[in-house]
């Protein structure tokens, strides 16, 4: 973790980065940076629309605006082709024609009440209306652009089988959501091998795009807005072949530049706690166009929000473990949708944590959890016949763990668990041995995270400044805006979901501004 002095270094270093102004177009070194607006006295070209990073919220924002008629240029660093989601999957809900196909109960409304109360506080409650209303169609959406979904159900988290199309991706069966809005499946996986749909989206898009006429630099350092006298937003600066060239948008700009995970500096800033995390994000993602927003008067949204996975499951089993602290206790129902579990261990327990297992929970050791089946998996860290010497095996304080599991083990019998409500299908008296501990701290297991805060932004993707003013001709989507998602992340596959129908809503909003 940083010290104080440390982020305060980092601090400096980041506005450090926007002391030079710009006269005219001047060329800046790696890592791009995101400076006082310029003002262009010459164009290199000139679009209707730019869209800056063709990940697939901007490859959705880039096809839609070229459907809408506009002229599009595209700006990527990473070549497009490099620059594709992890994401395998899609949270879609409201009544899709998948979810009624298999006979899941689903409404707009429901969808939306059950997302309202999962991201409290203060919900994005325009966003979620949009999104929840417009699910089924994006699905069809998808589907027409050839993402091809499986037809089977699964009645809980994480699918095994390849060809899976509807499982629980998210907190809809925890307490106390499941009372709150009817549980649905709405996790929409594609009957494609491994977790490759955000690839095979990303190549569609970028083969639709590119048949419909963009202009793809997908080599291309974006170095700082360019602003009009004005205070319009009117195209950006960009590093191409070792040259900065200045390009103009008529209508709008669209910011698709992914978070900020790879920038120590504003994750020392912004979200200290997750600096012993593993970054998923694409690796050229470094927080610039958080910095260029920032510059031109954008606010900036709940900074702090980031989602750590800690992979408990599958086997699904191991939902039937306890999940404790450094002093032994639970803090968090066990059966979580892995993100919250990776949050509450980051958030509120610094890191530190260990899954308590008895032999029928304990499953099979080499059955990898969790989606990212990566360099880390489970790691024993004590194995014995007694909950006694599983405590002393991990370093807990005396009699604190024996306490734990009797209090559980108590109500379990009874198939209750009045702490924290677990679902009761996944609560049993742990009493089998040998039991088991897995390390579930950062500095032991696989431990990855990405960042969620970003550039503030209504329904229609307009870019905000502080007092809740959209900025002329900026506009901003994915994980550089603050979206639905936002402080955590408790429903896997909106990054996918939410993004590209939000990359829509920008690329024809953009498309519809007027001419400058």
Sequence with gaps: MANKGEMNGARRRLLGAGVAALAGVIAAPRPARAGHPAHARRWDGEFDVIVVGFGVSGAAAAYEALKAGATVLVLDRGSAAANESHGGYFYLGGGTALQRALKVEDTPENMYKFLIAAYQPAPAEDKIRVYSERSPEHYEWLVKLGIPFGERLFDDAW??????????????????????????????????????????????????????????????DAQTLAMSTDGRVEGVLALVDGKTRAFRAHRGLILATGGFANNRDMVA????????????????????????????GAALERMDGAVAYFNLYPPLSRKQGLLVNAQGQRFIHEDAYYGKLGYAIVRTQGGVAHLVLDAPALGDLNEMAGPRRANRGPVIAAQAPTIAEIERGIGVPEQTLQRTVEFYNHFAAKGEDPLFHKNPKHVRPLTQPPFTALKASVKDVYFPFFTMGGLRTNARTEVLDSEDKPIAGLFAVGRVAAGISTPYYVTSGSSMGEGTLFGRIAGVNAAANGRV
């Design 159 to 220: 699918p095994t089988a390849a060809g899976v199309g509807l499982y629980f991706s998210g907190e809809e069966q925890s307490w106390p959501y499941r009372e709150i809005a009817v549980p649905a499946q709405r996790g929409h996986m594609p009957s494609l091998t491994g977790l490759v749909a955000g690839k095979r989206l990303q190549q569609l898009l970028l083969d639709a795009a590119r048949e419909a006429g963009a202009t793809p630099l997908l080599a291309a």
């Design 269 to 296: 800033i912004h979200t200290p706690q997750f600096l012993d995390n593993t970054p998923i994000d694409v690796g050229s993602n470094d927080g610039w166009g958080h910095r260029a927003g920032e510059a031109v």
